[in-house]
């Protein structure tokens, strides 16, 4: 009787790590990336909304992060791909291996591929931003201008507003001198004239007034550098 409970509890463990192996590629994820000769913890998190479509979020545990952003995610069968948008906008192009991992690499603008591989710890926890508030008409579309670097160098950068059906608003800005577009622009409120956001990537924020005219936007920038102006017109 003994041997063959030991027989069944073998079967049946067999039976989970083979489930588990051939599940899809949600869950929570960790694994360790390699970085001038310094090892950097990372975490992913993947999972399917109520919509059926794939959402995610990165950690990286050392710096105490969670909610990092992912973009263009994209899943298809066992292949994950996706940008790193705080990690330097660096795209990961992942597969789910035959023995249950997520391995492939990260390629950085600065440099890579670099290897990467991930072990399932538990269940998904994805953390998206939160939703914003819609905005007003005024605000609500594309927005250019430039910011003056230390070294009185230009940088363009283009910021876009749209409010969606469920009344919250879907914010964006571009970088094109870095080739860094769509980067999610978050917490963004606004009363009356006066308007405020985030750029969680560059640990930044911005807040200053719209004109009256609903034709000018003057910001400052703050981090904690400092602050720098900027003011952005309507296209």
Do not use: Y
């Given at each position: 009787?003994?041997?063959?409970?030991?027989?069944?509890?073998?079967?049946?463990?067999?039976?989970?790590?083979?489930?588990?192996?051939?599940?899809?590629?949600?869950?929570?994820?960790?694994?360790?990336?390699?970085?001038?000769?310094?090892?950097?913890?990372?975490?992913?998190?993947?999972?399917?909304?109520?919509?059926?479509?794939w959402?995610?979020?990165?950690?990286?545990?050392?710096?105490?992060?969670?909610?990092?952003?992912?973009?263009?995610l994209?899943?298809?069968?066992?292949?994950?791909k996706?940008?790193?948008?705080?990690?330097?906008?660096?795209?990961?192009?992942?597969?789910?291996?035959?023995?249950?991992?997520l391995?492939?690499?990260?390629?950085?603008?600065?440099?890579?591929?670099?290897?990467?591989?991930?072990?399932?710890?538990?269940?998904?926890?994805?953390?998206?931003?939160?939703?914003?508030?819609?905005?007003?008409k005024?605000?609500?579309?594309?927005?250019?201008?430039?910011?003056?670097?230390p070294?009185?160098?230009?940088?363009?950068?283009?910021?876009?507003?749209?409010?969606?059906?469920?009344?919250?608003?879907?914010?964006?800005?571009?970088?094109?001198?870095?080739?860094a577009?769509?980067?999610?622009?978050?917490?963004?409120?606004?009363?009356?004239?006066?308007?405020?956001?985030?750029?969680?990537?560059?640990?930044?924020?911005?807040?200053?007034?719209?004109?009256?005219?609903?034709?000018?936007?003057?910001?400052?920038?703050?981090?904690?550098?400092?602050?720098?102006?900027?003011?952005?017109?309507?296209?």
């Open positions: 009787m003994f041997i063959r409970t030991l027989r069944g509890a073998g079967v049946a463990m067999f039976l989970a790590s083979l489930m588990w192996a051939q599940a899809g590629p949600d869950g929570h994820w960790e694994g360790t990336l390699k970085v001038d000769n310094r090892q950097v913890g990372l975490s992913l998190d993947l999972a399917k909304n109520e919509k059926a479509e959402i995610a979020s990165m950690g990286m545990p050392s710096e105490n992060a969670t909610g990092l952003v992912v973009k263009d994209a899943v298809s069968g066992k292949s994950v996706f940008m790193a948008v705080e990690l330097m906008m660096s795209i990961c192009d992942l597969t789910l291996t035959a023995d249950g991992k391995a492939g690499t990260i390629t950085g603008q600065r440099g890579g591929p670099l290897p990467i591989e991930f072990k399932r710890t538990g269940e998904a926890k994805v953390a998206l931003p939160a939703a914003s508030p819609a905005v007003s005024e605000l609500e579309g594309d927005w250019e201008g430039s910011l003056q670097g070294d009185g160098a230009l940088h363009p950068l283009v910021f876009h507003f749209k409010n969606l059906p469920d009344k919250t608003v879907a914010a964006t800005m571009d970088s094109p001198d870095r080739n577009m769509g980067m999610p622009v978050n917490d963004v409120r606004q009363t009356g004239q006066k308007v405020e956001f985030g750029l969680k990537i560059a640990q930044s924020s911005f807040q200053g007034s719209l004109n009256k005219e609903g034709t000018e936007l003057a910001l400052q920038m703050i981090n904690e550098a400092g602050s720098l102006p900027v003011t952005l017109r309507k296209k």
